[in-house]
């Protein structure tokens, strides 16, 4: 079957604009991540969604970035006023629930230049 | 606070080595431990998982991982290295409070000449 996707696969954006990320789970994973992947910090955790509701959104960096899930699918991940240090891997992950013990479904990763 | 440690940020093997990649953790409850491996431009992808059942655990491609507690480590292993292993490998720790949250080694980069 499909796995996790995302969306685009590559952006180059300039500094101040807002930019989207998309990522479509695994079909019937309740829940989803996303983790951004960077030279500096390396992997981090950003927010987790349970169905649409987001429990924990402790990982994401500033009040610049949100992120929203519809219909316990797609989810979109939004920075505004892009800076530089912003220039990373992100990642999005499904899994059936979110349970500690359940593997995590990677996708390919968008990677965000900002210029 | 949970984390996870891996030692050498690059391994370089020759073809039909042993593969040693070392992780140790840091958590205050008995976590749930992954290793996952990424290949150029790609996601990652889980090879084992321990969740407290058998302290070796068996993974895809061979390779295998044992908690051991005393020591806090899950080392991952391979008898034999080939070529198609060369990619960078990531330890993970789920610290089952409830955080949900996969808290990642900073990976080591494996390298396997021929």
């Known amino acids: 079957g499909a796995g996790v996707s995302q969306s685009p696969s590559n952006k180059v954006t300039e500094k101040g604009k807002d930019v989207e990320l998309r990522c479509d789970p695994i079909s019937g994973h309740t829940a989803l991540y996303w983790y951004r992947q960077s030279l500096g910090q390396g992997l981090e955790f950003l927010i987790y969604f349970q169905g649409n509701s987001a429990p924990d959104k402790s990982g994401l960096p500033s009040d610049r970035f949100s992120a929203e899930r519809t219909g316990g699918s797609v989810s979109t991940l939004t920075i505004q006023r892009t800076q530089q240090e912003d220039s990373a891997v992100y990642l999005c992950?499904?899994?059936?629930?979110?349970?500690?013990?359940?593997?995590?479904?990677f996708g390919p990763g968008t990677r965000l230049t900002v210029l | 606070a949970q984390s996870v440690t891996q030692l050498g940020s690059h391994v370089s093997v020759s073809e039909g080595a042993l593969v040693l990649l070392r992780c140790n953790y840091s958590?205050?409850?008995?976590?749930?431990l992954f290793w996952y491996v990424q290949y150029p431009n790609q996601g990652l992808q889980l090879l084992l998982k321990y969740t407290s059942a058998a302290t070796l655990v068996k993974g895809i491609n061979g390779f295998e991982a044992e908690f051991k507690k005393s020591e806090t480590s899950f080392h991952l292993t391979k008898p034999s290295a080939h070529m198609s292993d060369a990619a960078e490998y990531f330890c993970?720790?789920?610290?089952?409070?409830?955080?949900?949250?996969?808290?990642f080694g900073s990976g080591t980069r494996l390298q396997v000449q021929p």
């Open positions: 958590s205050s409850v008995p976590p749930y």
């Open positions: 992950a499904s899994s059936l629930e979110a349970r500690d013990y359940n593997e995590q479904f």
């Open positions: 993970a720790v789920s610290d089952r409070t409830g955080r949900r949250a996969l808290t």
